[in-house]
């Protein structure tokens, strides 16, 4: 059966306007006017190696997830306009840890351990992995995931794979692309219509997208604008 998160109950719950799922449902977002959120204040809270550790659950939560080197760090950074905020890792697959920022003192942006990482044992990507999903699936309090695609590349699996875990546990998720500033409008082109027709193999509608690039900042007031009207 085919599982469509946009349709769940509990997504609904969240939006604050029926006018806001009429857009979504519509394959053209362009047309929709996000308010842009005013990042004032960001604070790192704690690193968490576990959903148990993780902060008490009782704001809003966004989390960011992709594979290592993705531009994860680079873009959470781009939308606090802080530049260390999270460390921009340089060894990829070290960062295992859950880490909360509280922002403007009313939701927690999540950056999330990095997944697909080849140069670790089997049993630690299990590990690994286990926590991640522990979290996804458990946390009450998580209103949105971000999963960044490497706009540079064509459709991977373990993305893909990635994506289909979040709906098979109704994890609402939104797909942000990076590096776009480094793409040519071609490669750009195609590779989003490849991911866009990979995943419509499986799903009923597409979640958001955002196209996003931490050097140019492309996609900060949509990826804001979109955490302001669930937030
Ligand atoms: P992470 O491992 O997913 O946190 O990835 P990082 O944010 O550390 O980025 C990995 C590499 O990609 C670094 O060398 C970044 O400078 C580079 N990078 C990240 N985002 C962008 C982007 O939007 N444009 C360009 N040109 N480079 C980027």
């Given at each position: 059966m085919k599982k469509n998160i946009w349709t769940s109950d509990f997504f609904r719950q969240i939006w604050k306007n029926e006018f806001f799922c009429v857009c979504l449902s519509q394959k053209n977002y362009n047309i929709f006017n996000f308010s842009i959120l005013l990042v004032r204040n960001t604070e790192f809270i704690k690193s968490s190696p576990s959903l148990k550790e993780c902060p008490k659950s009782d704001i809003p939560e966004y989390a960011f997830v992709g594979r290592s080197n993705v531009g994860k760090s680079s873009l959470i950074n781009m939308l606090c306009m802080n530049g260390s905020l999270a460390k921009t890792s340089a060894t990829p697959g070290k960062t295992r840890l859950i880490n909360h920022f509280l922002i403007n003192g009313s939701w927690y942006l999540v950056d999330l351990p990095g997944y697909?990482?080849?140069?670790?044992?089997k049993k630690m990507r299990e590990s690994f992995d286990k926590m991640l999903f522990n979290y996804l699936n458990k946390r009450?309090?998580?209103?949105c995931v971000f999963v960044l695609i490497d706009s540079r590349i064509p459709p991977q699996a373990n993305d893909l794979e990635f994506i289909s875990r979040l709906g098979a546990l109704q994890v609402p998720f939104a797909v942000a692309f990076t590096?776009?500033?480094?793409?040519?409008q071609k490669q750009f082109n195609d590779n989003i219509k490849l991911f866009k027709n990979e995943m419509l193999k499986t799903w009923e509608e597409l979640p958001q997208f955002f196209y996003t690039s931490s050097v140019t900042k492309q996609g900060r007031e949509e990826i804001l604008g979109f955490i302001e009207k669930i937030c």
């Open positions: 697909g990482y080849a140069k670790v044992s009450e309090n998580l209103y590096k776009i500033d480094k793409t040519t």
